[in-house]
């Protein structure tokens, strides 16, 4: 059966979501994860259903990919389709080829699951590696440690307290209340909450969004910031217990994170709380030379 490059909708989102729920097992290599399409639609659900890609065959989804950002594809495989030849070639001829609308050309990355057969592909056809990433996970089949600070479940009428921390968090944020309206109507905010940590003072210094992908499989936490004008007092290490906290009653197994390795302070951060370090992964890139190759199909 032919695999079939799809753009799923805004009516189609639930499907896609769906199955990225489905893939979500501890152990699994880091992926894209609900949390991360849920975390997306902060831009809304039409932007989310038009940064979504889907490859399917006889009317089974097997990858599913978000455009997070102009020129990079965040890829997943179902587990069983990770070492599948045909949706492999499919997946980097359509890739590559800028008139199939999934990547734009000229410079592009992807993140795809380490080991897959897509990834050797990409290397065939010019690609390289780019800067590390480090994943983290906490278990959570033991108790989580009470954090030390005040922790406030975000609700509607906190929203814009929220994004003020996230603003002051994060250089360049344009996260409103507004947004987090959005985000909050998203489907996979069913299964997810926001977090503030405050000080002695009632100030809110720290903030985290955590993602479940349902009973007994890994939750995300995505994103995690601390005010700039509070750093380096351990609100981060309290923030992130109370994530794993938080995704440990609403059932997850386990809490992952992935942070660039560059940032050391927030590998520290999230090891101070709890989460092991796991094995490096790398995106892979495509310079704007080697935008026109392809790897043509085999048997």
Do not use: K
């Not at 992807?110 to 780019?130: H, Y």
């Not at 603003?167 to 069913?190: I, K, N, Q, V």
């Not at 479940?212 to 981060?236: C, F, K």
Request: charged share 20%.
């Amino acid at each position: 059966m032919a695999i079939v490059l799809g753009r799923p909708g805004v009516d189609g989102l639930g499907e896609a979501v769906g199955v990225l729920r489905e893939w979500q097992y501890d152990g699994a290599p880091m992926q894209l994860h609900p949390g991360d399409v849920g975390w997306f639609w902060r831009s809304g659900a039409e932007a989310t259903a038009a940064a979504v890609r889907t490859w399917s065959r006889n009317g089974r989804i097997l990858a599913v990919g978000l455009l997070d950002g102009p020129a990079l594809l965040r890829l997943t495989i179902a587990p069983d389709a990770q070492r599948d030849e045909g949706l492999a070639r499919q997946l980097v001829e359509d890739v590559t080829e800028q008139e199939r609308g999934v990547l734009p050309g000229g410079r592009a990355n992807i993140e795809a699951p380490m080991g897959a057969l897509v990834q050797g592909l990409l290397f065939e056809a010019g690609w390289d590696v780019d800067e590390p990433w480090t994943p983290l996970r906490r278990d959570l089949t033991e108790p989580v440690n009470d954090p030390g600070v005040r922790i406030e479940s975000v609700g509607p009428e906190r929203a814009h307290v929220f994004a003020a921390v996230h603003r002051a968090a994060f250089d360049g944020s344009r996260f409103t209340d507004e947004r987090w309206h959005a985000m909050a109507a998203g489907l996979p905010y069913a299964d997810a909450r926001c977090l503030l940590a405050y000080d002695d003072r009632g100030d809110a210094v720290a903030a985290v969004t955590v993602w479940s992908a349902g009973p007994g499989r890994p939750g995300l936490l995505e994103p995690m910031g601390v005010h700039r004008e509070h750093r380096r007092q351990g609100y981060g290490e309290a923030v992130t217990v109370a994530a794993a906290a938080a995704l440990q009653e609403l059932g997850s197994s386990s809490a992952i994170v992935c942070a660039p390795t560059s940032n050391a302070g927030a590998v520290a951060t999230y090891q101070s709380a709890g989460f092991l370090r796991c094995p490096e992964v790398r995106d892979q890139y495509r310079s704007a030379q080697a935008s026109g190759s392809s790897v043509t199909s085999g048997a």
